[in-house]
């Protein structure tokens, strides 16, 4: 028995080993099991989608439909006022204040990260490993205690926002575009991830180049980085989703309403206009939007990113 | 040009640098560039490495490494954002922190919060990881749609819930009273014991999606024969899955774990939104109250203590887990 058993194929074993005790019982078994994972996977899914599905029709209410009691799942008198209000009440900015914050983060940690995890992986210098360690030893740290001290740096950076060259008088970086992005500049697990991928690239691949002649910018440029696309791609869709949803460090830093990102605006209409559903769900599909489409377009880089940070990391 | 030859790893990876057309060679020069051992060379060298290194470690110093010190620095001060002189207090702040009953209490409603949300969330996750690396149809749908949460901006998420929770017009008291599970309708996020409950209801809904990603790349990679052998030994379903699939799974499920842990214990923006740390503290957690301290009431030295009794805690579970790790030897 064992000899037919080591023969087969493993996927076509898996299905002898099933079929193998009887043939039309052990069919009935399987389609009971089905029936068992649909039966809590249906349910389950129907939990997920139910807010959302709220969430859309809601905001295509009347305000007071909103409030209706039974709810109504289906708007009855469908109307865009609440998108209109929203769109009126130059919340529209904040979307695009998201989207500029988050793709220069963005931008800024691929370049950043990229930089230095290739000084890290490819290149020799003195004092290289106690740098890396700095950087490793750095990932444990969470952002709630440099907050604080940041906050407090960018109110003294020099020469910026009506601060003289001492950093006194203005109120420097705070309430800046620039507040938002500099400190996300660059990732320590950023680099580490990077690394670790630069490291599995044959030196031989870059010494080659080298050898014909090619700058150390250039072996970075037209051969480290198109090898690294894959992690560099699943990078990207982390930190931008990241950077599009971070809400404490705006809350902190912001004041200004012109310059609130999506979901800071929102949570501050949440507090300001308790009675305004209408308004406050349109722009909550709206500040949805962008994600679930960035999430269906790159849906495979993303599981896969989002594996390989759970393998990795 | 030449750049582009080297360029198909195929191609050049089995035989390294050896296929170097000779006639490429500088000459004089090693075959290997990276092996020279000049001083003027391994210099060369390294300027450009800092040159690489620069621009991220100017960010990196500043606003990681600076800023910890710097905070550190601060837990040693009376430092009120609004007052001109922030005079130096020794320990006053982390003897003020032993004795601040909210801060203590805002402890308590974090671990009370990771303790009950990571579990739950981390369950559920792995029995739809299970259920969906079975051969079913619509699996790549039912995995979006649980997956849909974590795409969504936080803030929505609270948003959404906010609004289920409502006691006047919530959708879960609607059908709860329908269905007659509750007479009187529930004040989800004000009633004191029910407040810290809901949040992490909330909190698990958004987070089992994550949970079930990883968990599924970590059944995927449970090498096939250990789940045949252990079926030609006989072992049933259950059996196999308590000796063979949950064993396996040890890595990841440390993983989710530790991220978990981390993750729970900065838990803020659900808080921010949904109750503002009410009723009477009951749903304030740590960063939480770090906030308040540091921007409502403008002291900026104690909240940074807190903020290192935070990172301390963090550490400590941290260690915890990786010494776990080590031992299972995983």
């Known amino acids: 028995m064992s000899a037919t058993v080591?023969?087969?194929?493993?996927?076509?074993?898996?299905?002898?080993?099933?079929?193998?005790?009887?043939?039309?019982?052990?069919?009935?078994?399987?389609?009971?099991?089905?029936?068992?994972?649909?039966?809590i996977l249906i349910p389950g899914a129907i939990l997920f989608v139910g807010p959302f599905a709220w969430l859309v029709s809601a905001s295509f209410q009347r305000t007071g439909d909103i409030f209706s009691w039974p709810p109504q799942w289906i708007p009855q008198d469908p109307t865009v006022e609440g998108y209109a209000e929203f769109a009126q009440t130059g919340a529209l900015r904040w979307f695009a204040n998201s989207a500029f914050v988050a793709t220069s983060v963005t931008v800024l940690q691929l370049l950043l990260n990229s930089m230095c995890a290739f000084a890290f992986a490819k290149l020799k210098f003195p004092g290289r490993e106690p740098?890396?360690?700095?950087?490793?030893?750095?990932?444990?740290?969470?952002?709630?205690?440099?907050?604080?001290?940041?906050?407090?740096?960018?109110?003294?950076?020099?020469?910026?926002?009506?601060?003289?060259?001492?950093?006194?008088?203005?109120?420097?970086?705070?309430?800046?575009?620039?507040?938002?992005?500099?400190?996300?500049a660059v990732s320590a697990f950023g680099i580490f991830l990077l690394r670790q991928f630069m490291m599995t690239i044959p030196d031989e691949l870059l010494d080659a180049a080298r050898v014909d002649g090619a700058s150390e910018f250039r072996v970075y440029r037209q051969i480290m980085l198109p090898l690294c696309r894959p992690v560099l791609a699943a990078t990207a869709i982390f930190t931008f989703?990241?950077?599009?949803?971070?809400?404490?460090?705006?809350?902190?830093?912001?004041?200004?309403?012109?310059?609130?990102?999506?979901?800071?605006?929102?949570a501050m209409f949440v507090m300001k206009n308790q009675t305004e559903w209408g308004m406050l769900l349109a722009g909550s599909v709206i500040a949805t939007l962008p994600m679930v489409i960035v999430f269906m377009i790159f849906q495979r880089q993303f599981v896969q990113g989002v594996a390989m940070s759970g393998i990795k990391g | 040009m030449a750049v582009d030859t080297a360029r198909p790893a195929s191609r050049t990876r089995p035989s390294g640098p050896r296929r170097v057309p000779a006639a490429r060679r500088p000459s004089g020069s090693r075959p290997s560039p990276t092996r020279s051992t000049s001083l003027a060379g391994r210099m060369g060298r390294a300027w450009r490495a800092y040159l690489f290194l620069s621009p991220g470690l100017i960010v990196f110093s500043l606003f990681t490494v600076f800023a910890l010190?710097?905070?550190?620095?601060?837990?040693?001060?009376?430092?009120?954002?609004?007052?001109?002189?922030?005079?130096?207090?020794?320990?006053?702040?982390y003897m003020d922190l032993a004795e601040d009953e909210s801060f203590l209490?805002?402890?308590?409603?974090?671990?009370?919060?990771?303790?009950?949300s990571v579990p739950i969330t981390m369950a559920i996750g792995f029995c739809l990881a299970l259920l969906l690396n079975q051969a079913i149809k619509f699996k790549g749908l039912f995995r979006t749609l649980f997956f849909l949460p974590q795409v969504t901006p936080f803030v929505v998420v609270a948003i959404i819930w906010k609004w289920l929770y409502n006691g006047d017009y919530g959708l879960f008291n609607?059908?709860?009273?329908?269905?007659?599970?509750?007479?009187?309708?529930?004040?989800?996020?004000?009633?004191?014991?029910?407040?810290?409950?809901?949040?992490?209801?909330?909190?698990?809904?958004?987070?089992?999606?994550?949970?079930?990603?990883?968990?599924?790349?970590?059944?995927?990679?449970?090498?096939?024969?250990?789940?045949?052998?252990?079926?030609?030994?006989?072992?049933?379903?259950?059996?196999?899955?308590?000796?063979?699939?949950?064993?396996?799974?040890?890595?990841?499920?440390?993983?989710?774990?530790v991220m978990g842990i981390i993750g729970s214990l900065q838990v803020f923006t659900q808080i921010f939104v949904m109750t503002k740390g009410g009723p009477v503290e009951r749903t304030s957690t740590m960063v939480y109250y770090i906030y308040e301290a540091a921007f409502k009431f403008y002291e900026m030295g104690y909240a940074t203590t807190l903020a290192f009794v935070l990172f301390a805690i963090t550490l400590v579970f941290t260690w915890i887990q990786l010494r776990l790790y080590r031992k299972a030897d995983l």
Not at chain 2, 69 to 81: A, D, S, V
């Open chain 1, 241 to 266: 989703m990241a950077a599009w949803e971070d809400f404490l460090w705006p809350l902190i830093i912001l004041s200004d309403p012109g310059k609130f990102t999506a979901p800071l605006g929102l």
């Open chain 2, 105 to 116: 209490k805002s402890i308590v409603n974090t671990f009370y919060f990771t303790g009950a």
């Open chain 1, 6 to 39: 080591e023969v087969l194929q493993p996927q076509e074993l898996d299905r002898r080993s099933e079929l193998r005790p009887e043939g039309a019982g052990d069919r009935k078994r399987r389609w009971i099991r089905y029936a068992l994972i649909y039966l």
């Open chain 1, 131 to 184: 740098l890396f360690l700095l950087v490793l030893a750095t990932m444990m740290v969470p952002p709630q205690i440099t907050m604080i001290p940041n906050y407090l740096i960018l109110q003294r950076i020099p020469l910026f926002g009506g601060n003289d060259l001492f950093g006194n008088g203005g109120h420097g970086m705070l309430d800046s575009y620039a507040g938002l992005i500099l400190p996300g």
């Open chain 2, 69 to 93: 010190l710097f905070g550190f620095y601060l837990t040693f001060h009376e430092w009120n954002l609004i007052s001109q002189d922030k005079p130096f207090v020794g320990l006053q702040n």
């Open chain 2, 174 to 257: 609607f059908y709860l009273l329908k269905t007659q599970l509750i007479r009187e309708p529930l004040l989800w996020l004000s009633d004191q014991n029910l407040a810290m409950p809901a949040v992490i209801l909330m909190s698990v809904w958004s987070g089992v999606g994550f949970s079930m990603v990883i968990y599924l790349a970590g059944l995927q990679g449970i090498p096939h024969e250990l789940q045949e052998a252990a079926k030609v030994d006989g072992a049933g379903s259950w059996q196999r899955l308590w000796n063979v699939t949950i064993p396996q799974l040890a890595p990841t499920t440390l993983f989710l774990l």
